[in-house]
T-cell receptor, first 112, second 111 residues
Framework: EAQVTQNPRYLITVTGKKLTVTCSQN?????MSWYRQDPGLGLRQIYY???????DKGDVPEGYKVSRKEKRNFPLILESPSPNQTSLYFC???????????FGDGTRLSIL | RKEVEQDPGPFNVPEGATVAFNCTYS??????FFWYRQDCRKEPKLLMS???SGNEDGRFTAQLNRASQYISLLIRDSKLSDSATYLC????????????FGSGTRLSIRP
């Protein structure tokens, strides 16, 4: 089954404790992306990757890092999480930047 | 001004009604257009791509007007299960790829 898998689905943690949200896709997609969704602000792109070892900033990259060492994986790293990063996060993948995206189930992060 | 703008709603219509949403975009270089549906606390799911010639999928019709820079979604004979938030998505591709989501329009269908 074609899917995008994010882990964890839910996480409550404290300020400053490094965390990683994993994202994996099994569709051999080149394009992967991370979004955060906040009430009233919609989905905002954090980082995207057009292929292995190619990543670029989206609209709200501050406080986040990503890596794309393999085609299927695109982890999101919060080196020093802060409460303003409390949000619902989605990973997505597609065959290209102009193709429809497939989303993971989402990760709800709470930073206390 | 937001790059992609939608009326946030909520639209509250009776079952069986026809409802239409518009979405405007500001970047004339925008190349791909989509409508997604998002249920509460769930991931967005592709409803349909939007083509220049307009396209239809069952009760859903999407239109693109490049001259006026807007896309529309028409839902005919609405069902209770159509209640959701509808997201307009615009993709711009040049040396980099930019995908912009509208904030969404909430639709509620009442019996």
């Amino acid at each position: 089954e074609a899917q995008v898998t994010q882990n964890p689905r839910y996480l409550i943690t404290v300020t400053g404790k490094k965390l990683t949200v994993t994202c994996s896709q099994n569709m051999n997609h080149e394009y992967m992306s991370w979004y955060r969704q906040d009430p009233g602000l919609g989905l905002r792109q954090i980082y995207y990757s057009m292929n292995v070892e190619v990543t670029d900033k989206g609209d709200v990259p501050e406080g986040y890092k990503v890596s794309r060492k393999e085609k299927r994986n695109f982890p999101l790293i919060l080196e020093s999480p802060s409460p303003n990063q409390t949000s619902l996060y989605f990973c997505a993948s597609s065959g290209g930047g102009t193709q429809p995206q497939h989303f993971g189930d989402g990760t709800r992060l709470s930073i206390l | 001004r937001k790059e992609v703008e939608q009326d946030p709603g909520p639209f509250n219509v009776p079952e069986g009604a026809t409802v239409a949403f518009n979405c405007t975009y500001s970047n004339s270089a925008s190349q791909s257009f989509f409508w997604y549906r998002q249920d509460c606390r769930k991931e967005p799911k592709l409803l349909m791509s939007v083509y220049s010639s307009g396209n239809e999928d069952g009760r859903f019709t999407a239109q693109l007007n490049r001259a006026s820079q807007y896309i529309s979604l028409l839902i005919r004979d609405s069902k209770l299960s159509d209640s959701a938030t509808y997201l307009c998505v615009v993709s711009v591709y040049s040396s980099a790829s930019k995908i912009i989501f509208g904030s969404g329009t909430r639709l509620s269908i009442r019996p």
